[in-house]
């Protein structure tokens, strides 16, 4: 691995924990919303919090955020890497800087390759995140429990790995993540050799405001995708499944809530891709300003 390559599987890591921590109550919200739909439990997010908190606590809202905590790290890091070398193989000239459309290419490649890892991670985070009620009158006792219990059930394939399809269609439009990143800090006068003069303070300042503008692209282009899978994944662990594939879930919705249907949860997710996409991209930044550039 090149030092390069070093550097971004290093700030993906720190940029993981800082999205998790600063996103997971609003993930929490929105994923109660996108499963509970029209007619469900919850009339907005306001009131969803307001139950949330008042019912389970302050902790509530970080239900199921074990599994992408102690993930995340791992996951963005291999991410970055990934990404990392599927744009320098799609570059033709090697020497130079990617275009913001070489960076969307491997954006798309790298997000279809890191799917199959995070799949297992989001399936428990869902379920886990949809449980009410006390400790004893849930079905799932924390993230290994689940786990366990899902594979006995239903297997890999059809527990697990339910709701796939619509993952990979989330993390293939991380094009929408990485590209306006790279657009955004080119705008900003953050690309290489047009940023000194700055301190500090004045670069993190940017990469804030870069990193969530760009959370807001990203949700915009796969937020339908999104609702799908989470509906996906926390429906009853039963046989037959409640939806037989992203299909039957999307037409489902679409019959019960018409398009609006796909929106629901919106709100919440713009506001968490404020803070935890900034918090992610302000830590990569800061990791790579701290790391030496070659071991």
Same mark, same amino acid.
Not at 91 to 109: C, L
Not at 120 to 145: C, F, S, T
Not at 175 to 185: C, D, L, M, N, S
Not at 264 to 275: D, F, K, S, Y
């Given at each position: 691995?090149?030092?390069?390559?070093?550097?971004?599987?290093?700030?993906?890591?720190?940029?993981?924990?800082?999205?998790?921590?600063?996103?997971?109550?609003?993930?929490?919200?929105?994923?109660?919303?996108?499963?509970?739909?029209?007619?469900?439990?919850?009339?907005?997010?306001?009131?969803?919090?307001?139950?949330?908190?008042?019912?389970?606590?302050?902790?509530?809202?970080?239900?199921?955020?074990?599994?992408?905590?102690?993930?995340?790290?791992?996951?963005?890091?291999?991410?970055?890497?990934?990404?990392?070398? #599927?744009?320098? #193989?799609?570059?033709?000239?090697?020497?130079?800087?990617?275009?913001?459309?070489?960076?969307?290419?491997?954006?798309?490649?790298?997000?279809?390759?890191?799917?199959?890892?995070?799949?297992?991670?989001?399936?428990?985070?869902?379920?886990?995140?949809?449980?009410?009620?006390?400790?004893?009158?849930?079905?799932?006792?924390?993230?290994?429990?689940?786990?366990?219990?899902?594979?006995?059930?239903?297997?890999?394939?059809?527990?697990?790995?339910?709701?796939?399809?619509?993952?990979?269609?989330?993390?293939?439009?991380?094009?929408?993540?990485?590209?306006?990143?790279?657009?955004?800090?080119?705008?900003?006068?953050?690309?290489?050799?047009?940023?000194?003069?700055?301190?500090?303070l004045q670069s993190m300042g940017?990469?804030?405001?870069?990193?969530?503008?760009?959370?807001?692209?990203?949700?915009?282009?796969?937020?339908?995708?999104?609702?799908?899978?989470?509906?996906?994944? #926390?429906?009853?662990?039963?046989?037959?499944?409640?939806?037989?594939?992203?299909?039957?879930?999307?037409?489902?919705?679409?019959?019960?809530?018409?398009w609006r249907g796909f929106t629901?949860?919106?709100?919440?997710?713009?506001?968490?891709?404020?803070? #935890?996409?900034?918090?992610?991209?302000?830590a990569f930044e800061l990791t790579?300003?701290?790391?030496?550039?070659?071991?």
């Amino acid at each position: 691995m090149g030092d390069g390559q070093w550097r971004s599987f290093v700030g993906g890591t720190s940029s993981g924990a800082a999205l998790v921590i600063a996103g997971h109550p609003f993930d929490t919200i929105k994923v109660r919303l996108q499963t509970e739909g029209k007619g469900g439990r919850f009339t907005g997010a306001w009131d969803c919090l307001r139950q949330t908190m008042s019912k389970e606590g302050f902790f509530g809202l970080y239900k199921g955020v074990l599994p992408p905590l102690l993930f995340a790290g791992f996951i963005n890091s291999t991410l970055f890497g990934m990404q990392s070398m #599927a744009v320098n #193989a799609i570059k033709n000239d090697k020497s130079r800087k990617p275009t913001v459309t070489e960076t969307m290419k491997g954006a798309v490649v790298s997000g279809f390759a890191i799917s199959f890892i995070v799949q297992p991670i989001e399936a428990v985070k869902a379920r886990l995140q949809v449980q009410y009620g006390a400790k004893n009158e849930v079905k799932y006792h924390g993230m290994v429990d689940c786990f366990r219990k899902v594979v006995s059930n239903l297997g890999i394939r059809h527990g697990l790995y339910r709701g796939w399809t619509m993952t990979a269609l989330c993390r293939m439009s991380n094009y929408a993540y990485f590209g306006p990143y790279e657009f955004f800090r080119s705008k900003f006068g953050m690309t290489s050799g047009s940023s000194e003069g700055r301190s500090i303070l004045q670069s993190m300042g940017i990469t804030v405001l870069c990193g969530s503008l760009t959370g807001v692209c990203y949700w915009l282009c796969c937020y339908p995708f999104d609702v799908v899978k989470n509906k996906i994944m #926390a429906a009853p662990d039963v046989r037959p499944p409640v939806y037989r594939n992203g299909y039957d879930c999307a037409v489902q919705i679409y019959r019960n809530a018409g398009w609006r249907g796909f929106t629901i949860g919106l709100a919440p997710c713009l506001l968490r891709a404020l803070p #935890a996409n900034a918090a992610a991209f302000t830590a990569f930044e800061l990791t790579m300003h701290l790391l030496p550039k070659s071991l």
